[in-house]
Every structure is written in structure tokens, then in C-alpha cells.
């Protein structure tokens, strides 16, 4: 039952390494009222996501940054009981950013209002109908785009997103590989989820299991872990491959995981690999635009010649200690009269 | 001159670190005969490029693995001498992956014939209009998709595809920062190539100089270099910042590159952060598929309620420690009757 007052869960201090429950300090204080156009919501459940540790963080972009003191940042499901908003009624069930607390008073934007009650239960939408079964869906989905017979690997395979990612694999045809920490949870993997293998992190070698369990290499990664199994993955992959970085969980146990890869997330930024000779069929584009942009001096070229191909070795190590100024060739023969 | 035998140079053994002379050891042999539909190519100039380091290892997979004692992978431009092979013609000009020797016998099969001697020295077919200046056009424009006003920074910016990709920058409108190792060669970008600005990353401090000329933050990051630099700009890149694996010439000089980072450039593999929040007007789409699957069998959730706001700062460990089965989330109050 809910109480007088609301209870609150404010951020104390930024977690270094793994988030600690000295980062809270809890918080009794009057129920807020709702003013004109906004709304009044008890929440039931409140989801608790890996991107919490990020959301504790001064660096954090995507969601509004917390100071010391603030309400700790969290996804709740939960009931309106006043309204002063045109859009929602008393008894409405929301979905949105409403924070560690039992009350919170909002103009409903970003809020999600839940169809009426089905028989689903209601923390299906705090987990395969929120945040979680996004995060698998639309990652997988439009960031993976698995094809039907390509092998997927998911890390972190039993935990709430990465268990779903590898589902709607096998309903896209893929082989699934996920990795699991105890027995328990890679036996859960296969017998009851379908996948086709899991992997003990913690008992097997990585690089010869994924290299058994999946005999023609790995298309799709679903990362949520980071670190060596990262590392691990990327000998395996085939071209063309797709990362999904979702999380690196095993990052934020050591010394925090810093802005660098979690930067890439938090902008949505991309890595790409690529090799020049994949656009050699493309060539002449580029050098009717390199032709004319020369021309017009917007583009300098310089080019280092050695003489002999005698000289060959020792020439190509200039181009590792910084000391060739322009293209680097070795001339090997006399140009045409 | 040519010689009357064919000159080559062998790979002797594979680099660990750096590319050593002695990797590679000389050989003379007979000038070899072209056969029916094959062509007899003398080179002139031989390219030497940071991605040989990567074709002397056994792992490498876009171009022929090579064995110990076969010729030295390299680009060469050069003359047809003889040709037995309906579309090249002695004295045609060609450009190709022809070894580093001085006669190559070819098939044809992948050879680029260079168009009539114009004023263009040929030098400029093996930069600018060569494997340089297509990996500078294409990674920047495919990969880097630059726009009018946009951040661009290049590492290696005063080698030959970091020059080009930086002029490129400035025909495509954006403000350019390159970083290079010495001043002479910070001054050559800023005051003959038009760079906005470069950076002498052996004396100045990374995070600073890029932050102070890159006070919108990096919308573009072309890759040549890896290591610091590269962790230094991900603490600066910008929302959707897109990065063009190029190049990770500062990891070989350590105990190899190792095939992690190596992998996603020879596999074209993308690296993608993402953030379901960006996908919550798509929610129905998503929540219609998964209402299907969870119907039809293929996709089961498991949920991890714990009781009570009092303990949320607690369970949140969970996430962290592979102990919580399934979506965690704390009830904080009654559900609605």
C-alpha cells in the first residue's frame, strides 16, 4: 500500500566501478501536486537497466544528466491518480522516465499510455513490452538486419534483453549462439529458448567454443558485455559483419567504463571497416572528381619516390616511423619514352 | 634500365611488430613468357602502402594469403611488353596488385588500364588517382558521409590518404583538424593544404588541442592511426559522429596488430551504438511482432521482481553481478484492481 509520503531514491554519489548502494540516499517527502496540464502517477514498477550506471554519470547526453540530490533516473510502469492533463484519465496506465520514487508528478511528456488491461501482466510491459524488448528488437532488427542461415552470437544471453535478441534470431532463421555465466542459465538457453548452443564464460575457452559453435563464423554480434569475449568475436567474424553495441557491462566492474566506448553508444556513432579495393569498379568517379578538384587547387598531392627496387625493404619503414612526406612508391623501372 | 633476369623481393618471414628488410629476401629469375591470353608486364612504379603489413600475414583474407618465399604483394603501375591477350596492347599503361618484382605475367584479371598519356605524370596514377586517393574519396564520402559545416578529423593528415581526405574535407565544406608528428608537417597542412587546423600529437596534449579546435565536437573521424588518438577522439565525437576505420598504423608497431581491430577493416564490419529511446515512436511495430512470437511459442520472457522501493538501491548490484534471472525490476506498489 502506498504510503503518506513519497519515498525516494536520490543519487548520493557517482558510481567509479560497479554502482554501489552508498550511491543512494533515500529521501522521504510530501506527495507533489499536480498543477494545470499535468498529472499525477503512482508508480508500480520500476525497471532497473544496465544504462542506469550511465545514467549516473556527469557525461551522460541522452537523458537529462543528475545532479547530486536529484531523483535517481528510472523507467517505472505506473497508475494515474490525479489529472489535470487533457489526455489522461485517473486509473491510465503509463509507461515512461518517472524516476526511484513511489509519486511522481509529470506533463506527460515521453509518457506512454498502456492499452487497457489484457491478460498480459502488467510487468511484461516493464520487460518485453518496454524498454528491454525494444532494446532486442529494434538492435537485432535494424542494427543486426539478420538474414535467414547467418550466425548470430549474443553475450549476455540470459539476461533480460540479450534472452529476447536471441529468440527473435531463431524466429529469423539465424544461428544462435549466447553466452551465459553458470551452467544453469546456458542450460535454460538451449533447452528452453532454442538456442542452438550456449557458452559457459566462465568454465570454457571462448575462442574454441565460438569457433565450434559456430563452424561458418560469425555474421551478427549482439554486444552487451565488452572485453575479451569482444575481442574474442572479432577474430571470428565474416565480412560485412554487424556489431550491435548495446552494452558493455563487464566494463563498468573495473575502473568505471570511461566516455570512450560507452561514447559510441551514447552517440550512436558507427565503426566501419572498409578496403579501398571493394570501389575499384566505382574508380572513375572518384577520379573525375579528384581531377577536377586538382585543377580547381583544392587538392594537393605529394609523392616520395625511391629509386630501385633493390631499396624496396628498407623503403617501406618510412612508412612507420613518420619520416615519408607523400605517397611513398618505389620507381622499379624507366617510364616509357 | 631493365635487367635480362626478373627481380624480386620474397617474403622471408612475417612481421611481428614493424615491417623489417628482414622480411623479405631477394631473388632473381628468368623473365617469365606470357601464355595464351596472358600479358608480359614490365612495372615502373611499385606502391608501397601501410596495408602491406597486413598482406605478409597468414590471416589476411581480401587479398591471396602468402607463403613464405612468394613474391611481395604490392601495387604496381606499369608497360605492357608482350601480350597474348585480346584487350592490351604493348606500351598500354596498367595498374595493378603485380608484385614487387619488375616483370609480372597476368591474366589480366583485375588490371586497371590507365588512359592515354595526358600531362598527368604517372606518379599521380599510383597516389592521387591510385589505391591513395580512391581509399581517401570513397572512405570519406561513403563511409564518412560529410556535410557543409561539419567537424572533419584526420590522423596520419600528412601522410598520402590523410592529406587527400582533409583536402577532400574542404571541398565538401567541412572545418578540417589533422594531427601529424612533427611542426613542419602541422605547417604544411594549415598553410598549403587549407587545413583549419593541425595538431603535433607528439607535443601537444591530444585532449586539449582537439578540443580547442574542435569546439563543435567531431562529426567525422577518418582512422589511420588507432591507440590514443583514437580513444582521445571518442571522448569528443558527436552524436551519429560517424568513424572511418582506414588505417591502425600505431598498433603495429607494438607486438602486432592482432586480428581484433584488424578484423573489422578486412571484414568491412560496422560498429553501431544505439539507444532504444530513439525508437519509441516505432514501439507498436515492435510490440505487435512480439505479441505475435510470444503467441506462436517462438519467444518466452522471465521477469526478477524484487518487493519494495527500500531495496532498489540494492537489487540494482544484480545487474552487475550475473545474479538476477530474467528483467529485473522492483515493485513499488500495488497494481490497480
Not at 154 to 169: E, K, L, Y
Not at 211 to 228: K, L, M, R, W
Not at 243 to 271: D, E, M, T
Not at 278 to 307: M, N, S
Amino acid at each position: 500500500m502506498p504510503t503518506k509520503v513519497n519515498r525516494q531514491w536520490c543519487l548520493a554519489s557517482r558510481p567509479v566501478g560497479l554502482i554501489e548502494p552508498s550511491n543512494f540516499t533515500w529521501n522521504e517527502v510530501p506527495i507533489p501536486t499536480p498543477g494545470d496540464g499535468e498529472l499525477l502517477i503512482r508508480n508500480i514498477y520500476l525497471s532497473l537497466d544496465p544504462a542506469s550506471w550511465g545514467w549516473m554519470q556527469k557525461w551522460i547526453s541522452y537523458v537529462p544528466a543528475l545532479a547530486i540530490g536529484d531523483v535517481m533516473h528510472g523507467i517505472t510502469l505506473g497508475v494515474v491518480e490525479q489529472s489535470r492533463h487533457a489526455k489522461f484519465h485517473p486509473g491510465d496506465l503509463v509507461y515512461g522516465m518517472l524516476g526511484w520514487q513511489e509519486f511522481a508528478v509529470t506533463n506527460g511528456k515521453g509518457l506512454m499510455k498502456l492499452p487497457k488491461r489484457t491478460s498480459i501482466p502488467l510487468p511484461a510491459y516493464v520487460s518485453v513490452f518496454g524498454l528491454t524488448g525494444l532494446t532486442a528488437y529494434f538492435g537485432l532488427l535494424d542494427i543486426g538486419k539478420p538474414k535467414v542461415g547467418e550466425t548470430l552470437v549474443v553475450s549476455a544471453a540470459a539476461g533480460a534483453v540479450g534472452s529476447i535478441v536471441g529468440q527473435i534470431g531463431k524466429v529469423k532463421g539465424c544461428h544462435v549462439v549466447g553466452t551465459a555465466g553458470t551452467d544453469e542459465k546456458c542450460q535454460w538457453l538451449t533447452e528452453e529458448l532454442g538456442f542452438d548452443a550456449a557458452i559457459n564464460y566462465k568454465t570454457e575457452s571462448l575462442h574454441d567454443s565460438l569457433s565450434t559453435h559456430c563452424p561458418n563464423g560469425i555474421d551478427i554480434y549482439f554486444e552487451n558485455v565488452g572485453g575479451a569475449l569482444f575481442e574474442t568475436v572479432l577474430t571470428l567474424i565474416n565480412l560485412r559483419a554487424r556489431i550491435v553495441l548495446c552494452g558493455l557491462i563487464s566494463q563498468y566492474k573495473a575502473n568505471g567504463l570511461g566516455p570512450s566506448l560507452a561514447s559510441i553508444i551514447v552517440n550512436r556513432a558507427r565503426i566501419e571497416g572498409f578496403i579501398a579495393s571493394d570501389y575499384f569498379h566505382r574508380a572513375e568517379e572518384a577520379i573525375i572528381d579528384l581531377q577536377k578538384w586538382i585543377t580547381e587547387g583544392h587538392i594537393q598531392y605529394k609523392v616520395d619516390i625511391i629509386e630501385g627496387l633493390e631499396n624496396a625493404h628498407t623503403a617501406i619503414g618510412k612508412l612507420f616511423d613518420g619520416s615519408n612526406k607523400g605517397k611513398l612508391m618505389v620507381k622499379v623501372s624507366e617510364e616509357p619514352l
